[in-house]
């Protein structure tokens, strides 16, 4: 015949179009990092998370509510539509909140009220080391690279990340640079946005 199997290729934009739709949806793990973050630092990085997710297919992620990086990060996620999993590192059980600022643990309440799970990592109070932040975010870390497998999909790692200063003192509590190394040192893909000083 005639017609060679050229002719009977689609147009390539709708060639793409059909293998996006049936790509297999990400799958993220957040981290905030382990520093405070003004306001005007914020509106900065609200536009840079959003450019990120933009780029990406990001349907589900894991992560904590430790700072407010995780909250902003979590904020910006289900703004986008994304079904989040919150990982608690310890009970809480209330005591936290007179210690932090009230609009932070009101955006922390309601981040948790709109997440589709949240799962405690211990059933013990907070004892104030880091330790349990770095298990937590442990945790995090395997569902988000579980849920990846289960549906064949691409998984990655969002950090907000700070200064070297902002590094050695994140160290001391559960750090934003060993959760990216452990990330990292599993090949995982990890996506760094530079907190403003």
Do not use: N
Not at 35 to 53: F, G, K, M, N, P
Not at 77 to 96: C, E, F, H, K, Q
């Amino acid at each position: 015949s005639d017609v060679s199997s050229s002719d009977l290729d689609p147009p390539s934009a709708a060639r793409a179009a059909v293998l996006a739709a049936l790509r297999p949806p990400t799958t993220l793990h957040f981290h905030g990092g382990r520093h405070d973050i003004d306001a005007a630092s914020e509106a900065i990085l609200v536009r840079q998370i959003a450019e990120v997710l933009a780029q990406e297919h990001v349907r589900f992620a894991f992560g904590m509510l430790a700072c407010t990086g995780d909250v902003l990060l979590a904020e910006q996620l289900l703004a986008a539509g994304v079904t989040l999993g919150i990982i608690m590192p310890y009970r809480d059980d209330g005591s936290d909140a007179a210690l932090e600022p009230p609009e932070l643990v009101a955006r922390r309440r309601a981040v948790l009220a709109r997440a589709a799970s949240v799962i405690e990592a211990t059933e013990e109070q907070d004892l104030g080391d880091g330790s349990q932040l770095d298990y937590a975010d442990m945790i995090a870390m395997g569902l988000a690279r579980m849920r990846a497998d289960h549906l064949r999909g691409d998984c990655f790692q969002l950090s907000l990340a700070s200064g070297s200063q902002g590094k050695k003192e994140a160290k001391k509590e559960g750090g934003d640079d060993r959760a990216a190394a452990a990330w990292g040192a599993t090949g995982g893909r990890v996506s760094t946005i530079e907190v403003p000083p």
